[in-house]
Each structure stands twice: as C-alpha cells, then as structure tokens.
C-alpha cells in the first residue's frame, strides 16, 4: 500500500472515530435530562425509604399505644380489686374479737356468766386483744393530758381558770383523740386552762 493510500485510509479512520466520538457526546439539554432523571429516581428510592420508615414507625406507634391502653385497663382492674379488698387484713384481725364478743354475749344471754368478776376478767381480755389489732394497724392514742394545748392534734371545747397551771395547758380529755401511723384520724377534745 502506498503512502497515499495508507493517509487516506487514516484520514477515513480519523473521520469515523469522530463520527464516534460526536455520536457519544451529549448536549446539554440530554445532559440536563440524564441529570434530572438520575436525581429523580434517587429520589423516589430516597421517598420508597422514607415511606417505608413512616410505615414502620406507625405500626410501632399503633403497637405501643395498644400496649398502654392494655396497660391501663390492667391497672384500673388491679386498683379496683385493691380498693374493694383493702379493708381485708384488718378483717381478718378482727374477727377473732367479734367472734370473742359473740361467745361472751351468748354466754351472757345463756346465764352461764353470773359472776361479775369472770364478765369484767373476759370483756378486758376482748378489749385488749381489739387494742393490740388496732396499735398492729398503727393506731396510737393521744394523750395530752397535762401538756401545752396543741392545734394540731388537740380541740378545745372550753377553758376554765386553774391555779398552778400555765395557760394553754390541757386540764381534762373529754373525748381521746387517734393518729394513724403520723395523720391525726380524730383530734382529741379538751379542756384548757386560761
């Protein structure tokens, strides 16, 4: 081949790589529209992602809001149940006194009880059983009697002048007062000194 022919030859491979090449270039307009295509379909996995999230949080929501309405019905139901048996161990602390105070009025009713001594023996005995329960649950008498009248646990219902006695001095209890554990339940009624 001569070297006229072998230029041609390249001149015609130099011409169709160009074609090529012009081939693969893009304009901007295609450029702009691959690009946007691109960031669309980026977007919409981004959106599918996010969908997907938001489904998986709702039912997670929907699941814990179910898991506390559970919750709360199994609470009111344990209160309710503690409410209406509450006053159950003080019962049962009770019953032995009641049923001891039955068999001493039946014993009374029936005439087996004539001596007043035996009565006054049993009936301390019930009443210091009914004292112990009550002090178990936490029950303490008030005593001011003597001390410095106090609002708190104290209510007079009058004063009266004493010689010897500061003012404000609990004279006389008229009626006991009860704290259970630290909360004064009933206030005590005095009388005090002026």
Known sequence: MSKKDKNINHEEELVNQNKEIENHIE????IESEIHNEAEKENLDEVSEL????SKLKDSLLRKAAEFENFKKRRNDEMSEFYKY???NIIKSLIPVYDD?????DSINKGETKDFETLKTGVQ????KFRKVLEDEGLKEINSLGNEFDVEVNEALMQMPK????????LEVIE??????????????????Q
């Not at 005995?125 to 210091?128: A, R, V």
Request: no cysteine.
């Open 27 to 30: 304009t901007p307009e295609e």
């Open 101 to 105: 105070l039955s068999r001493s009025i």
């Open 86 to 88: 509450a006053s159950e």
């Open 125 to 128: 005995m019930i009443y210091d």
């Open 176 to 193: 006991k007062g009860y704290k259970l554990k630290d909360k004064v339940i009933k206030h005590e009624k005095v009388i005090v000194s």
């Open 51 to 54: 969908k997907l999230e938001v």
């Open 163 to 170: 010689e010897n006695a500061k003012p404000n001095t609990v």
